[in-house]
T-cell receptor
Framework: DAGVIQSPRHEVTEMGQEVTLRCKPI?????LFWYRQTMMRGLELLIY????????DSGMPEDRFSAKMPNASFSTLKIQPSEPRDSAVYFC?????????????FGSGTRLTVV | DQQVKQNSPSLSVQEGRISILNCDYT??????FLWYKKYPAEGPTFLIS?????DKNEDGRFTVFLNKSAKHLSLHIVPSQPGDSAVYFC???????????????FGTGTRLTIIP
């Protein structure tokens, strides 16, 4: 099992440009989560999906952020237009319910730098 | 509004001694708590968890303690080893259909450095 796969690993873009982050969850996992890590706020949940359907997007900071999950094996997080304050590490995680463990598996993250 | 708080951004401990990482939460609906460990350039990985029906859970060198009345949990690592140097995140989840018990709320993390 290759785990949760995120691409790209690093992204440097100019302010105002569109950025698309990609995630391939573990096969068979029915939940997918997008988190953002910053020094000030730690790991904050942006949005999560269950069976490809968005369940809670209350953590999405602004309308500039959007996420999709067109099928069970792929999700994208898009920022348009990007701003310097969006610079952070973005993590995707997937899970299948395993009792109380919840079975979260995180990807290695995408480090986004907006200049 | 930070519902899960880790007030110590960093902690340094001598190898072989005990490391104690602390976490406080504000939402009484949380009933399941987890610790994740994160190395640089990697995603967080699950370490240990505890349900609110317990006050202690052990797994090898790692023990998590839960004090529900104080809304406080701690992670003890004994003995600490150089490979334990990482960022540790506390996370919480709650029950109830309206609460969203599928998601985890994380703290800001504590960077633990084990000094050889």
């Amino acid at each position: 099992d290759a785990g949760v796969i995120q691409s790209p690993r690093h992204e440097v873009t100019e302010m105002g440009q569109e950025v698309t982050l990609r995630c391939k969850p573990i096969s068979g996992h029915d939940y997918l989560f997008w988190y953002r890590q910053t020094m000030m706020r730690g790991l904050e949940l942006l949005i999560y999906f269950n069976n490809n359907v968005p369940i809670d997007d209350s953590g999405m900071p602004e309308d500039r952020f959007s996420a999709k999950m067109p099928n069970a094996s792929f999700s994208t997080l898009k920022i348009q237009p990007s701003e310097p304050r969006d610079s952070a590490v973005y993590f995707c995680a997937s899970r299948i319910r395993q009792g109380f463990h919840y079975g979260y598996t995180f990807g290695s993250g995408t480090r986004l730098t907006v200049v | 509004d930070q519902q899960v708080k880790q007030n110590s951004p960093s902690l340094s401990v001598q190898e072989g001694r005990i490391s104690i990482l602390n976490c406080d939460y504000t939402n009484s609906m949380f009933d399941y708590f987890l610790w994740y460990k994160k190395y640089p350039a990697e995603g967080p990985t699950f370490l240990i968890s505890i349900s609110s029906i317990k006050d202690k859970n052990e797994d090898g060198r790692f023990t998590v303690f839960l004090n529900k009345s104080a809304k406080h949990l701690s992670l003890h690592i004994v003995p600490s080893q150089p490979g334990d140097s990482a960022v540790y995140f506390c996370a919480a989840s709650g029950r109830g259909a309206n609460f969203g018990n599928e998601k985890l709320t994380f703290g800001t993390g504590t960077r633990l450095t084990i000094i050889p």
